[in-house]
């Protein structure tokens, strides 16, 4: 029965059904012998009408309105208009004029004895009865804007849904391959640490896999990845780097999820990995009137890396995360990234997106 009322003819038909019911609802009887003189009027006002509904809808709109050609719509349409209210007037004076007209009153008498000519080139009449041909058309273009829109805004969320899939699919390999490159590094030294990292490393791929497959997801679980992923590097560093990561956060805050661990990758990239001396790291994630906030500033080695030099891997990481703010929080994000020849920064404000 769903897949019935669904299709569409029966649609179109029950619209139909309607506009006839209305008519022979709304209609008052003085004006009619009986009820087939109601219905033979109301069917002779529906044809002109379903035939101009969908000679616009069918061919006159997609040919010519769409195609921003309005001169030869609008002229198409007023033809058929004029055709259509020929028709009508046609069988009016050879029909009902004829059968129904003992019923009508004096003013009703008076023109019906007039031409078809005469009444054709009544302005008046052209006016009414173009209003009356157009309504049901009238209802049917809004009705088809209406599931227009709407199909257009499900494709649009289809496609953001496929682009943001496609981008965290880009990020779980990057993440992955850096974190088996420090439990490489490990093992090779045959570290004692080595079970923690497979440990952390565990917690974070179960996350991964199953943890974040929405759209967004508990602040607090996204503050847990970041730890398990600051212990590992701690391990990996050990007293090369000083870590501080100040969090607080509200229960009801929720994140895209991976959003911030590419900008914590660069703080160790750009102050850690080439740093001869002591490098400092310092992260902050809080939640501050309705807004999520994160911080990550870093030392850096001052011979390092010019931006034209940053490789194809770093620029995919932050090129990444841009795109997925561009579709998670259009317009209502800033990012502030501070690039100094001494330290390198990255400032964040995102919408808290309470569920």
């Known amino acids: 029965m769903k897949s019935l009322f669904t299709s569409k003819p029966v649609q179109h038909l029950l619209f139909w059904i309607g506009i006839f019911s209305y008519f022979m609802v709304t209609s008052s009887m003085v004006f009619y012998r009986d009820y087939t003189h109601l219905v033979q009027s109301t069917l ?45 007037l046609f069988v009016r004076k050879s029909f009902f004029d004829v059968v129904y007209f003992d019923t009508y009153n004096e003013l009703a008498k008076k023109y019906a004895r007039l031409s078809i000519g ?33 199909n257009l805004i499900k494709l649009r969320e289809q496609k953001r849904t496929a682009e943001l899939s496609a981008l965290k699919n880009q990020l779980n390999p990057h993440f992955l391959f850096n974190t088996l490159n420090n439990l490489y590094a490990l093992a090779v030294e045959r570290s004692k640490r080595t079970p923690e990292v497979i440990e952390r490393l565990s ?45 607080r956060s509200s229960p009801s805050a929720h994140i895209a999820p991976l959003l911030l661990l590419t900008f914590i990758e660069n703080a160790f990239k750009h ?11 310092a992260i902050s994630l809080t939640t501050e009137d309705k807004m999520i906030v994160f911080k990550s500033s870093n030392t850096k080695y001052q011979t390092f890396r010019s931006k034209d030099s940053i490789t194809t891997t770093e ?7 841009k795109k997925q703010l561009e579709l998670l929080y259009p317009q209502r994000h800033e990012l502030v990234i501070d690039d100094r020849a001494k330290s390198y920064g990255v400032s964040l404000k995102i919408p808290a997106h309470v569920l």
């Open 315 to 321: 620029a995919l990481g932050m090129d990444n995360v």
């Open 203 to 247: 917690e974070i791929l179960d996350y991964m896999l199953y943890g974040c497959k929405e759209d967004y997801v508990s602040l607090e679980k996204e503050i847990t990845l970041i730890e398990n992923y600051l212990a590992l590097e701690k391990i990996r560093y050990g007293k090369r780097v000083n870590i501080t990561f100040e969090k």
């Open 44 to 88: 002779t006002l529906m044809v002109p009408q379903i035939v101009l509904a969908y000679l616009l809808l069918e061919v006159l709109v997609p040919k010519f309105l769409y195609r921003r050609r309005y001169i030869p719509f609008s002229v198409c349409l007023l033809g058929a208009i004029l055709l259509l209210l020929l028709g009508y």
């Open 271 to 281: 102050g850690v990995s080439e740093e001869l001396k002591v490098a400092e790291i």
């Open 118 to 150: 005469e009444r054709f080139m009544d302005l008046n009449l052209f006016v009414s009865k173009s209003v009356l041909f157009l309504s049901p058309t009238a209802l049917l273009f809004t009705y088809r804007m209406f599931k227009d829109q709407q």
